[in-house]
């Protein structure tokens, strides 16, 4: 296993590479002058030359991406144009805030979907299996944005059960956990359910039942444990989609995350703070990949890692 998470770990470094001039040429393709806004819309030309030269942005662009990532391998990724902190000091402290937020909402949203996947598969055909997928199509076709208004003007402003917004309190995360995390409960209960009927269908599935297996052993032993492995893949996937899209929940619900961040940093065109937190993203999204791989094994002796 040691040399399969070894050959896996450098087989990222090619992905990350590319990943960081895709986001270094994206970035520097954004309208707008930051030396321009850092120096004010009243400075001279000379003043916002002078600027631009601090800042480093008056070289060649290979210069400059060569900087950027020299810096960013020993950690260092600059200085925030808006605050003027290091961009690691800033990220620091808006990542704990998306991460709890992010796990919280994967954490009800699997439970709610594995259960509402296996009870639809099990009861297929009847009154459980209609109402579990109408409640799945309604949650993947609510917008995120829309769902957390509605439930701001309803559980905040008209009946007052909860803070509009802000974290700190257990009470802060049940809006935006629950808007977060609805579209993945939503996508968990059809993968579910579909992988568990798949599965149902097996050889072995059949002879344990023909062999008098209770019925509550084939459904939670043989049946949802084999049908767990692509239904890993979907919770890995959907944890990093959540990580990524708290975006727009963050924003709706003054979250101070990294979404929020990012989106007062893609409107004052702070590069540094843009290309460390889509790096940050996308290095996630490799992590939560070697750790689904893990899990395959885990949760099916019969797959090795190779």
């Known amino acids: 296993m040691l040399d399969y998470l070894v050959r896996r770990i450098l087989g990222t470094i090619p992905v990350i590479l590319v990943i960081s001039v895709v986001v270094f040429a994206f970035v520097h393709l954004l309208p707008g002058d930051p030396a321009r806004l850092v ?27 060569w900087r950027f990532l020299s810096h960013a391998v020993q950690g260092d990724f600059g ?26 909402a994967m954490v009800w949203a699997t439970a709610a979907g594995l259960l509402i996947g296996v009870a639809s598969a ?3 055909g009847r009154w459980q299996d209609w109402g579990g997928m109408f409640v799945a199509v309604s949650g993947i076709s609510f917008p995120s944005f829309w769902l957390g208004l509605l ?13 509009t917004g802000g974290y700190g309190t257990p009470a802060h995360f049940v809006m935006p956990s629950f808007t977060l995390g609805l579209g993945v409960a939503a996508v968990m209960a059809r993968f579910t359910r579909s992988a568990f009927i798949e599965i149902a269908r097996e050889d072995y599935v059949r002879t344990a039942r023909a062999k ?16 767990l492995v692509p239904v890993i893949t979907m919770v890995g996937l959907q944890f990093g989609f959540l990580l990524g899209g708290s975006i727009v929940v963050e924003t709706v619900f003054t979250w101070p995350g990294l979404g929020r961040l990012l989106v007062d940093s893609v409107a004052y065109r702070d590069y540094p703070v843009i290309q460390a937190e889509i790096l940050l993203f996308s290095l996630e999204f490799i992590v939560i990949n070697l750790a689904v791989d893990v899990l395959y094994a885990l949760a099916n002796p019969e797959i090795r890692f190779r």
């Open 39 to 65: 120096a004010g819309m009243d400075a001279t030309l000379e003043d916002v030359a002078a600027v631009r030269k601090s800042l480093g942005l008056d070289g060649p662009i290979w210069d400059q991406y």
């Open 79 to 104: 200085m925030s144009l808006k605050s003027r902190r290091p961009v690691i000091t800033e990220i620091g402290e808006r990542l704990m805030p998306t991460v709890w937020l992010t796990v919280f």
């Open 212 to 227: 008098g297996v209770p019925e509550q052993t084939v459904i939670w032993k043989h049946t949802l444990r084999n049908a």
């Open 122 to 124: 099990v009861k297929r």
């Open 151 to 163: 439930m701001i003007d309803l559980f905040s402003v008209r009946l007052g059960w909860l803070p």
